[in-house]
């Protein structure tokens, strides 16, 4: 399978000012001593945080941890896949592409992945086929039915049903092939006990109808399961956990359906039920979040496959609607969305609408649907009286956030003149309260669910610090790879140990920016961030000396343990005499590897 080789991403990397093309999408970027910085483009905020750094050539956001080099830049920002992505910055830098064949290590991480997505599929298939014939799914069958739907439904979603004695599933997995740490990282299963690997797995989703998440390439990779008895435990839906193919925060139900629909307008719904059923109408530009709020993720991606940028939200019209509504509209103004709000009948969401008056009333309640203002005053009039002058002003100081999020002027001039006509006050107040509103914190809630927040992989400090060293020194990476010993036994265990065998093992071209900036992008976006903010500290005069105390400390509290572990051994009455000599010649090779390391 060809891959483009490394020595033609460090080549497009080499040519690329990441300053030039941060700013090329219209970033402002201001100088802040020797980086840049502007507002955060991957989510809100009112201070600047985003950083980017020409000596390094990379971003990195304080914010939302978000970071990387230019082409993960523009992979994020343009919602590009890594090839794609590449080769827009090697046509802007005019640098040919060849491809060659994958590394190993590439190869490897790709084939992880395509299992992941293989099991999901064929768990999806293996569902749906008991969900069809198993006799023990008769109650999955009538709640379907109860819901007005038929198995030609159920075969056009795949929805299945995963067993209660979820056994059945295990079997099928082993007998597929499949192991228990593909399992474990399908997300479908986890460890009985944390403790004792060899208790067995504990299958997420007993005796609940399945319905499959895909992506935009129509692959399963996840699924949300809906109980099926009121004594079950767990919500209503439980949702597969984030894995390696599946992040909620950027993820549609429907959208691999929906995507060819979408050029006119997007239909944005609560519920996987609510999808099903606007599709199953024929409206089928519906898609749904999945058990979260409406991301900038989100939104950047309706933003891509709508020409209209038009959004028609359809939650339901209660007050958990109404205010998820706003938050929605929040994220999609800032992408220039022209947001719509259906106005619902009380106590009705798409799916019940469509049962109870008809796929006809649904399309002409969407083709009525509200300007979002317009749909806001109509709401907040019915819990208000817009007639008093004090809640006049309080209203105007509600809808300030509001009017601030759209990143069109002339919309946002237009919104305040409808706002003000509305309301019966004058532009210039509306203006002002607009002002006030972008010069505050944001008065919303913090959105730990809604922003992707990138947690960076945990680190012990001293294997940290060496990590970095081995990125900005080449004679720090030299040096740690001739060490293999004692870094063996003074990493082993620590958090950060396999990150800091990655870069030995790679071995890139430190302290090149365009070097570091290829081994960088293929991490995970964890391990990128936990890296990014190590390289903030300052190198120190000498490199090599500093990375040599450090092993030195860190070989001399392994070799401790291990010695302290060796005794305890040695105690043992059930020891062999051949047993008893193995363990004293371990302890003589640490002891003479302990005298080495103290007298170089």
Not at 479 to 485: K, M, N, P, R, S
Not at 550 to 556: H, N, Q, T, V, Y
Request: net charge negative; charged share 30%.
């Amino acid at each position: 399978m060809p891959r483009i080789p490394d020595e033609i991403v460090q080549q497009v990397l080499g040519a690329t000012d990441i300053v030039d093309l941060i700013s090329s999408y219209g970033l402002d970027l201001k100088r802040a001593g020797a980086d840049f910085k502007t507002h955060c483009p991957f989510h809100n905020e009112k201070t600047p945080s985003f950083n980017v750094s020409p000596g390094r050539q990379s971003y990195r956001c304080f914010g939302c941890g978000e970071g990387g080099n230019a082409v993960g830049f523009m992979m994020a920002y343009e919602n590009l896949p890594f090839p794609e992505a590449l080769r827009k910055l090697a046509s802007r830098a005019n640098i040919a592409i060849e491809e060659a064949e994958y590394d190993p290590q590439e190869d490897r991480r790709r084939r992880h992945l395509s299992r992941l997505k293989l099991l999901h599929n064929q768990a999806a298939r293996f569902m749906h086929k008991l969900l069809l014939e198993d006799s023990a799914a008769e109650h999955a069958r009538q709640y379907l039915k109860s819901r007005g739907y038929n198995r030609e439904m159920a075969a056009r979603w795949t929805v299945g049903w995963m067993p209660q004695n979820t056994n059945l599933f295990l079997d099928w997995a082993r007998e597929a092939g499949f192991t228990g740490k593909e399992l474990l990282r399908s997300g479908m299963t986890k460890l009985k006990d944390d403790s004792r690997p060899r208790a067995g797995l504990w299958v997420r989703f007993g005796d609940r109808l399945m319905f499959p998440i895909h992506n935009e390439r129509d692959d399963v990779i996840a699924f949300s399961g809906r109980k099926l008895r009121e004594e079950q435990g767990g919500g209503k839906y439980i949702n597969s956990p984030e894995t390696p193919i599946f992040k909620k925060a950027n993820v549609f139900f429907g959208l691999n359906k929906a995507i060819r629909h979408m050029k006119d307008y997007a239909v944005l719904c609560e519920g996987q039920l609510d999808v099903i059923a606007c599709h199953e109408a024929g409206v089928e530009n519906a898609v749904a979040t999945q058990g979260t709020a409406c991301t900038s993720e989100h939104a950047r991606l309706l933003n891509r496959y709508t020409n209209t940028n038009k959004v028609v939200i359809c939650y339901d019209s209660d007050s958990a609607g109404h205010d998820a509504a706003a938050k929605a509209f929040l994220e999609l103004a800032t992408y220039g969305m022209d947001v719509r709000v259906a106005n619902m009948p009380a106590g009705e969401d798409p799916d019940s609408l469509i049962k109870s008056s008809g796929p006809e009333s649904f399309r002409v309640l969407l083709e009525k649907s509200a300007e979002f203002f317009d749909y806001r005053l109509r709401h907040l009039a019915e819990e208000n009286n817009l007639e008093d002058p004090g809640t006049k002003a309080r209203v105007a100081r509600e809808l300030a956030p509001l009017l601030n999020a759209l990143s069109d002027k002339n919309a946002q001039e237009a919104s305040i003149n409808f706002v003000a006509t509305r309301l019966g006050l004058g532009p210039d107040g509306i203006r002002q309260a607009v002002v006030e509103a972008a010069r505050r914190p944001s008065r919303r809630r913090e959105r730990k669910e809604e922003t992707i927040v990138v947690e960076p992989t945990p680190v012990d400090r001293e294997l940290g610090v060496l990590a970095a060293l081995a990125l900005q020194s080449h004679e720090v990476l030299d040096f740690l790879c001739d060490q293999t010993e004692q870094l063996l036994l003074g990493s082993e265990g620590r958090e950060g140990e396999a990150l800091l065998r990655c870069i030995l093992t790679a071995r890139p071209e430190v302290p090149e920016p365009a070097a570091v900036n290829t081994f960088l992008q293929k991490q995970t976006r964890e391990d990128q961030a936990v890296l990014l903010a190590l390289l903030e500290d300052p190198t120190p005069e000498d490199p090599l000396t500093a990375a040599t105390e450090i092993l030195g400390k860190l070989a001399e509290q392994g070799i401790l343990r291990e010695l302290g572990s060796l005794g305890a051994r040695l105690k043992s009455p059930d020891l062999t005499d051949g047993e008893a000599e193995e363990i004293m010649q371990q302890i003589t090779d640490l002891q003479r590897i302990r005298s080495e390391a103290k007298n170089p």
